[in-house]
């Protein structure tokens, strides 16, 4: 009878239910590596399918590859078929797995950040045999664009950077102003204590004067000018929303000439109704 029928159904059901959850939504594996510093490094590796790109995804400063953005994006490139690598980067600490807050003593420095990228790049391409597209989200756009001045982007097809922002603005950010005077002042009188300084929208980020500027260098002319020099490789994705990323910084973008797609709508970090958009933006400079 009909019970009989329910029964023989119901295992089969759940068998469905079971391969159905397995197959949607994208599987990471988590890669373990050394930093140069001797830190243990951490990343999701998505494994694609044969003949799509390699693609290296690095998120914003003080973020995680879980900051949903990265981790949103990660996942629907993979279920295009591409291969996609999202490290965290150390920061300084042993398997990092949260943010870290502004208000953190800060022992990293931006060319740590950059030192793990070489790391990662390295085996991502030996390990897919190609070389790599990097693509950042806000300020981890600046680690890739530093990473490709210094290795002539040798491995790199493609780099795309999104909400592609400067860390300091000091010309019109007199707080910002006044936490670089500070900062050169402890330098040249070799004071390499901890202090408090003003960093992009961190207003209190105690580090050292060396590590602040490090970071407070990446100003908008550092930042067009390393972009420029890359122009016919870059392309950069902007949300007309982006309340960080001001008109006089899209306009100058466009006067050297790099490549911008702008998404009606956006913001800094793609919410809910943008996701979409944005991995269809990316996908579309994937397969130019």
């Given at each position: 009878?009909?019970?009989?029928?329910?029964?023989?159904?119901?295992?089969?059901?759940?068998?469905?239910?079971?391969?159905?959850?397995?197959?949607?939504?994208?599987?990471?594996?988590?890669?373990?590596?050394?930093?140069?510093?001797?830190?243990?490094?951490?990343?999701?590796?998505?494994?694609?399918?044969?003949?799509?790109?390699?693609?290296?995804?690095?998120?914003?400063?003080?973020?995680?590859?879980?900051?949903?953005?990265?981790?949103?994006?990660?996942?629907?490139?993979?279920?295009?078929?591409?291969?996609?690598?999202?490290?965290?980067?150390?920061?300084?600490?042993?398997?990092?797995?949260?943010?870290?807050?502004?208000?953190?003593i800060?022992?990293?420095?931006?060319?740590?950040d950059?030192?793990?990228i070489?790391?990662?790049?390295?085996?991502?391409?030996?390990?897919?045999?190609?070389?790599?597209?990097?693509?950042?989200?806000?300020?981890?756009?600046?680690?890739?664009?530093?990473?490709m001045?210094?290795?002539?982007?040798?491995?790199?097809?493609?780099?795309?950077?999104?909400?592609?922002?400067?860390?300091?603005?000091?010309?019109?950010?007199?707080?910002?102003?006044q936490?670089?005077?500070?900062?050169?002042?402890?330098?040249?009188?070799?004071?390499?204590?901890?202090?408090?300084?003003?960093?992009?929208?961190?207003?209190?980020?105690?580090?050292?004067?060396?590590?602040?500027?490090?970071?407070?260098?990446?100003?908008?002319?550092?930042?067009?000018?390393?972009?420029?020099?890359?122009?016919?490789?870059?392309?950069?994705?902007?949300?007309?929303?982006?309340?960080?990323?001001?008109?006089?910084?899209?306009?100058?973008?466009?006067?050297?000439?790099?490549p911008?797609?702008?998404?009606?709508?956006?913001?800094?970090?793609?919410?809910?109704?943008?996701?979409?958009?944005?991995?269809?933006?990316?996908?579309?400079?994937?397969?130019?």
């Amino acid at each position: 009878g009909l019970g009989d029928v329910y029964k023989r159904q119901v295992p089969r059901l759940l068998t469905g239910f079971i391969l159905l959850f397995a197959f949607s939504g994208s599987y990471a594996e988590i890669i373990e590596l050394n930093s140069p510093d001797d830190k243990t490094i951490q990343a999701e590796f998505f494994q694609g399918e044969p003949g799509y790109k390699a693609i290296l995804l690095l998120h914003g400063f003080l973020q995680t590859n879980q900051f949903h953005t990265v981790k949103r994006l990660a996942e629907a490139l993979h279920d295009s078929g591409y291969t996609v690598l999202t490290p965290t980067l150390s920061l300084g600490l042993d398997k990092r797995i949260q943010s870290l807050p502004c208000e953190a003593i800060h022992t990293h420095n931006f060319e740590n950040d950059r030192a793990e990228i070489d790391v990662w790049v390295d085996w991502l391409t030996e390990k897919t045999g190609k070389n790599v597209t990097l693509v950042g989200h806000s300020a981890g756009s600046l680690t890739l664009l530093e990473y490709m001045r210094i290795n002539q982007a040798e491995k790199v097809d493609l780099g795309i950077l999104i909400s592609m922002a400067y860390l300091s603005d000091s010309e019109n950010n007199s707080m910002e102003k006044q936490s670089e005077a500070k900062a050169r002042q402890a330098i040249a009188s070799g004071d390499s204590g901890i202090s408090n300084y003003h960093l992009a929208f961190c207003q209190t980020y105690p580090t050292t004067a060396k590590n602040f500027m490090s970071y407070h260098e990446w100003n908008p002319k550092k930042l067009l000018t390393l972009t420029s020099q890359f122009s016919d490789k870059v392309n950069v994705i902007i949300g007309t929303e982006d309340v960080r990323l001001k008109q006089i910084w899209r306009d100058r973008l466009e006067r050297e000439n790099i490549p911008v797609t702008y998404i009606p709508g956006a913001n800094h970090f793609f919410d809910q109704a943008h996701e979409f958009d944005l991995s269809e933006a990316v996908e579309k400079l994937l397969d130019s």
